[in-house]
């Protein structure tokens, strides 16, 4: 099982929709999530992290669950600009450090 | 202020040749994480310095190695290149305190040959 799962994806809405992804992680021990945006052929980006209480940025909710290790991401009222993909992240920290694991993103095209 | 840069953005090599690729982070970041995105696929965790030294390492073979400068910059080295290894390098860095987010530069694009 990987460590970071999420949604396979493609995802294809319209204009103005609301939509969901979804990401489920491993490691219990893991401290802090952030979703990700990556377009084509660039870096990722981040979104928003991800807090115990949930938070929102405008048209961008976050949800953190930590008794079922699952995160999620909301957008509402989609743009064509929110075509991307999104990566679920988890920071894990340890004695030797810390280490961020993706997932393997899940890809949204906004048509019009 | 600048964000993390790295070079070069491209690169072409051939099987067996050896690459060393670079990175410098934002300003005031101690941190840096080397990653490899393959197409179509989310980051891959390669190594992660901090205080010139190698602190955490993927499940990378012994090819990949990297350094870190007094100045906080980093190199990415892989020897014997293979065709598998063509992928985007992405450089991460982030202050050493605290759960902060990472900040990557804009990768360097290698393809071997």
């Known amino acids: 099982r990987k460590e970071v799962e999420q949604d396979p994806g493609p995802f294809n809405v319209p204009e103005g929709a609301t939509v969901a992804f979804n990401c489920t992680y491993s490691n219990s021990a893991s401290q802090s999530f952030f979703w990700y945006r990556q377009d084509c052929r660039k870096e990722p980006k981040l979104l928003m992290s991800?807090?115990?209480s949930g938070n929102e940025d405008g048209r961008f909710t976050a949800q953190l669950n930590r008794a079922s290790q699952y995160i999620s991401l909301l957008i509402r009222d989609s743009k064509l600009s929110d075509s991307a993909t999104y990566l679920c992240?988890?920071?894990?920290?340890?004695?030797?450090?810390?280490?961020?694991?993706f997932g393997p993103g899940t890809r949204l095209s906004v048509l019009p | 202020d600048a964000g993390v840069t790295q070079s070069p953005t491209h690169l072409i090599k051939t099987r067996g040749q050896q690459v060393t690729l670079r990175c410098s982070p934002k300003s005031g970041h101690d941190t840096v994480s080397w990653y490899q995105q393959a197409l179509g696929q989310g980051p891959q965790f390669i190594f992660q310095y901090y205080e010139e030294e190698e602190r955490q390492r993927g499940n990378f073979p012994d090819r990949f190695s990297g350094h870190q400068f007094p100045n906080y910059s980093s190199e990415l080295n892989v020897n014997a290149l293979l065709l598998g290894d063509s992928a985007l390098y992405l450089c991460a860095s982030r202050s050493g305190r605290g759960n902060q987010p990472q900040h990557f530069g804009d990768g360097t694009r290698l393809s071997i040959l």
């Open positions: 992240v988890v920071n894990n920290r340890s004695s030797y450090g810390q280490n961020f694991v």
């Open positions: 991800v807090y115990s």
